[in-house]
């Protein structure tokens, strides 16, 4: 008989759960990875999330996030934000200072769940030495930024090789749409049968429907604005242009409709590039009055963006899922979003939201112009959005996650012969 998990080493090298949302690589995967070990925790499952020191202020050991749960910072080459590329090179030192963690506090695990490929790169490392099971998430593909970037991949792409050996490996890989299954097996050439579709989940206490006026005035809405959302980090393949593109298609034919309308972009530090070209576009097609840059936002601040807002806007290019367009469905705001990856499952076309094809700011106005004409519609898919987010609680995924990591454990003990 399979014994059942009582302790988990989760790895989150490159960005940690605590971190500011929208700023430099934070975004969805900090959310999955703090909110998940919470509910764990909750369940009285023993959770260490192992991420690199990012500065020497921090504490070896942080236990904010609830009874058992606790963030041990590791040292991994320099101090400071860095490219994720930039850390490959550093993975052995991170590894070497798990170990030592796990042997001063006289820890063991049941299982590795590890989070984005450079933290594949970790969990097969520990999974050697430690001889337990290991389950991977990637949240985003290599293979699949690729296809959609501007730039040409480079001829051997290092993340791309490294995932595939990932894939190789890993006792269980969790996909967080049937999208992402398929590109699993398509690019990766991944054994069907370890791959596990479980969505992320949403906080249905935290995001929940707030009163429309209190929340307005906690964003610093005056009476009779109306808001247009975004949420994330600010880096080309989000797309944002196509919103400040299709607020000047707006302003070209009907510009009574931006009438005390606010496109607030949360996300982004002062510093940052995109945002720079970003708020340049909006000068330049003379939108930028329309516009309102308020950089990163706490976690417990988005409930009231997300009630406040008449819908929020997800133009992506990709999206493996889409976390924030979850959190504001499950807080009564409908969705625009471009029709890929997870949004094209999550977001149902003209119930909770609309879908619009990548780049189109012309389909993107259309929608923006039909939610702001319309409150009564909005009100509706709102209601609709709600109702569909509360398939994601937590308490529901984290119930699919134990059934793959006692799969997990279940194929270790055949692979093996351990019990």
């Known amino acids: 008989m399979t014994k059942p998990i009582h302790s988990l080493a ?8 605590l971190a500011a949302l929208g700023g430099y690589k934070t975004g969805g995967m900090n959310v999955y990875v703090r909110e998940l070990a919470r509910e764990l925790g909750r369940r009285g499952v023993r959770v260490d999330i192992f991420t690199r020191r990012e500065a020497p202020t921090q504490p070896d050991i942080d236990t904010s996030l609830g009874e058992h749960v606790r963030v041990v910072h590791i040292d991994a080459g320099t101090y400071g934000v860095k ?12 590894v070497k200072g798990i170990y030592k963690f796990a042997m001063q506090h006289d820890t063991g695990y049941d299982l590795i769940y590890s989070h984005y490929w450079l933290s594949g790169l970790v969990a097969e490392k520990l999974r050697e030495a430690w001889r337990i099971p290991a389950v991977q998430m990637f949240h985003t593909l290599g293979a699949m930024k690729n296809r959609i970037a501007s730039e040409p991949a480079p001829r051997v792409d290092l993340r791309v090789v490294d995932e595939m050996r990932i894939v190789r490996w890993a006792d269980r890989v969790v996909a967080a749409t049937q ?53 994330g980090r600010l880096e080309p393949l989000k ?69 406040a807002a008449e ?51 012309v389909a993107l106005a259309e929608r923006i112009r039909d939610v702001l004409a319309d409150p009564v519609r909005r009100d509706a898919m709102g209601v609709a959005a709600h109702e569909r987010a509360q398939q994601y609680d937590w308490r529901c995924i984290a119930d699919q996650l134990m059934d793959v990591f006692t799969q997990a454990r279940t194929s270790q003990r055949t692979r093996t012969g351990n019990i």
């Open 10 to 17: 989760l790895i989150s090298y490159h960005t940690s759960p």
């Open 179 to 231: 999208a992402e299954y398929a590109q699993l097996l398509w690019l990766y050439r991944t054994d069907r049968r370890k791959v596990s579709i479980v969505p992320p989940g949403v906080d249905a206490a935290q995001f929940t429907p707030r009163p429309r006026e209190a929340a307005r005035q906690a964003v610093g809405l005056q009476p009779g604005e109306r808001m247009l959302l975004f949420v």
């Open 83 to 94: 490219d994720p590329n930039d850390l490959r090179a550093d993975v052995p030192v991170f």
């Open 239 to 307: 797309a944002v242009d196509s919103v400040i593109r299709a607020l000047a298609a707006i302003a070209s034919v009907a510009p009574q409709t931006l009438k005390s309308v606010r496109f607030t972009i949360v996300g982004g530090e002062p510093g940052n590039p995109e945002r720079k070209r970003l708020a340049a576009l909006a000068e330049r097609l003379d939108v930028a009055r329309w516009v309102d840059f308020v950089g990163p936002k706490d976690h417990t601040q988005l409930p009231d963006y997300y009630s």
């Open 311 to 361: 819908v929020l806007l997800m133009p992506s290019d990709y999206e493996s899922f889409g976390m924030v367009a979850l959190e504001a469905m499950a807080s009564g705001t409908p969705v625009i979003a471009s029709n890929v990856g997870g949004l094209a499952y999550l977001v149902r076309e003209a119930e909770t939201g609309y879908l619009v094809p990548v780049r189109d700011p």
